[in-house]
């Protein structure tokens, strides 16, 4: 058992090196119980569901959240102080024989006639034996912790301490003799580091980090290696090698380029990739170059939906949502299959065998969708994505992520950058606003009070993204195809006072309601931006 630096309780497995926050000790599945038989929540505590249904709790009095059930760990504390106070018992019974004043040996009496082998818990294996408030005994359950459901909404996603906690897993892989040294040259270092990595197992490279550029003289102590990284992540993630391409209308995150392949090593370079992008994250570096938020999902191993489409392809976002949302008998002439122009020459790629055949109807719409996301982000980058996927997980075990969701993956990856204020205000649109605006002036107060972890957030729920073009916020591009930038806009609109700041990420645009006080606009935009998932639909 260990604790965080915020106080919050985990379970760390030394054999395997996997963490959770669920007690080992209380079952998972504790199936065909009645959750009223546990009696009331303690005090301060609340349930709740998650968006896709599954239960957690709100502890109100430290401000945290977690799946198991608090009754679950009070039973399992009663159920350990009573086998303790048994065996205490037993072994006074045993040693203290107490003598009477008329010389005849007797033993304590026992107020309990029940013997404490019936009490002892076979739920530690098994069931939890719980006393309710009506003194019966019965069975409880807690829900299955499966892979996949939604991330635990929090009060805050703190991550920094999720980094910490990262950072002392990772240091726990690093050998504790040895370097990682690098020597390259500045005007060939992506092949010279290419060689000179792909050649080092992964237990070489996860010893401490020494970069030095030939011809040059000076000490690594970090400064070198973040400027190594800063200069190959230029190299080897520019569209020109052909490794990646700029995501449609967005000129600054990337994907992988499905027609790599024109390089026959290019999954070995995808290797390459991936274990830098680790080496980065193992040593507490950073990438300079940020990828489409599906990305970083795929990295986590997280499904695609439709809804990862509308920052990176916002017409077909809105052509497949209009299909789900209206009958299309009639109207649409569509099958299983879709063209590709790969160099110039058309592909046709089936969705699924003989899809060629298959017409679109009400009926079978949701699977053409659903099959169609897949190919959009998967098309001809499965190997591609694996081979760098491997290389990214000999450095960072993938069990260590699983805290991470994939927009604090991009800021593990890519850093939270500097942002500069007057920068940001110098190239803010305004809308329905001015700048004397109580609004604006109210914005502008909470992003000041804000520290560089909450501005990247708020950055990255507006637009998409936490980083920003070399040009800054007057290159801020959105995503809907339309030419020169589109500046980031605080919009001030006619709502209730109650809803929260809506973003949409296609236009780098934030809806304000106009609220009342200034306290009122920072605990609703601290809000929004700590706990909304997904992005608004234009």
Not at 21 to 46: A, K, T
Not at 132 to 158: A, E, F, V, W
Not at 318 to 323: E, G
Not at 350 to 369: A, H, I, Q, S, W
Request: glycine letters at 8%; aromatic letters at 10%; proline letters at 5%.
């Amino acid at each position: 058992m260990r604790t965080t630096q915020q106080g919050q309780v985990y379970f760390y497995h030394a054999d395997t090196g996997v963490s959770t926050w669920h007690d080992p000790r209380v079952p998972r599945d504790l199936s065909g119980i009645d959750p009223n038989d546990l009696g009331p929540l303690p005090h301060g505590w609340e349930m709740r569901l998650t968006a896709s249904g599954r239960v957690y709790f709100v502890d109100h009095n430290s401000r945290t959240t977690q799946f198991t059930d608090p009754r679950l760990s009070q039973s399992l504390l009663l159920q350990n102080m009573r086998n303790r106070a048994d065996t205490q018992r037993n072994d006074r019974s045993d040693a203290d024989i107490q003598t009477s004043q008329n010389g005849h040996v007797v033993r304590p009496q026992q107020n309990d006639s029940s013997t404490p082998s019936s009490r002892q818990s076979t739920g530690l294996q098994n069931v939890l034996s719980v006393n309710t408030s009506n003194g019966s005994n019965g069975q409880i359950t807690s829900p299955c912790n499966k892979d996949g459901d939604s991330p635990l909404p929090k009060y805050k996603r703190d991550l920094v301490q999720k980094m910490k906690t990262l950072r002392a897993e990772l240091q726990t892989l690093q050998p504790q003799s040895g370097h990682c040294r690098l020597e390259v040259s500045r005007q060939e270092i992506f092949e010279e580091s290419y060689r000179l990595v792909m050649k080092m197992r992964p237990k070489d490279m996860r010893k401490r980090l020494m970069v030095k550029f030939r011809g040059e003289e000076g000490l690594d102590y970090g400064g070198v290696a973040r400027e190594w990284l800063y200069l190959l992540s230029h190299e080897m993630l520019n569209p020109y090698y052909g490794l990646f391409q700029y995501s449609r209308d967005d000129i600054y995150t990337l994907q992988i380029n499905s027609d790599s392949a024109v390089n026959p090593e290019h999954l070995s370079y995808f290797h390459f990739v991936g274990r830098i992008i680790g080496l980065a994250v193992f040593h507490g570096h950073y990438i300079d170059g940020g990828f489409t938020m599906p990305f970083y999902k795929m990295l986590l191993n997280k499904p695609i939906c439709l809804e990862d489409i509308e920052g990176v392809d916002p017409e077909l976002h809105h052509s497949l949502t209009w299909m789900l949302d209206n009958d299309i008998t009639g109207i649409l002439d569509t099958i299983f299959s879709v063209e590709h122009n790969s160099f110039g020459q058309i592909q046709v790629h089936e969705l699924k065998p003989g899809g060629k055949d298959v017409v679109v109807n009400e009926d079978n719409k949701k699977e053409y969708v659903k099959l169609y996301v897949n190919y959009r982000f998967m098309r001809g980058i499965e190997q591609q994505f694996r081979a760098l996927q491997k290389g990214f997980n000999e450095l960072v075990p993938q069990h260590l992520l699983k805290s991470f969701d994939e927009r604090e993956l991009e800021l593990v990856i890519g850093g939270l950058g500097k942002i500069n204020l007057e920068d940001w205000k110098q190239h803010t649109r305004l809308k329905h606003c001015a700048v004397d605006s109580n609004i604006v002036k109210w914005f502008w107060q909470s992003v000041e009070s804000y520290d560089e972890e909450m501005r990247a957030r708020l950055l990255q729920f507006v637009t998409g993204s936490s980083r920003l073009p070399l040009q800054g916020f007057k290159a801020l591009q959105g995503s809907t195809g339309a030419a020169g930038p589109r500046l980031f806009t605080i919009h001030q609109i006619d709502a209730s006072t109650d809803n929260l700041p809506k973003a949409h990420t296609c236009f780098n645009r934030i809806d304000i309601p106009p609220y009342e006080t200034y306290e009122r606009l920072y605990e609703k935009l601290t809000q929004a931006v700590e706990e909304t998932c997904g992005f608004a639909v234009e």
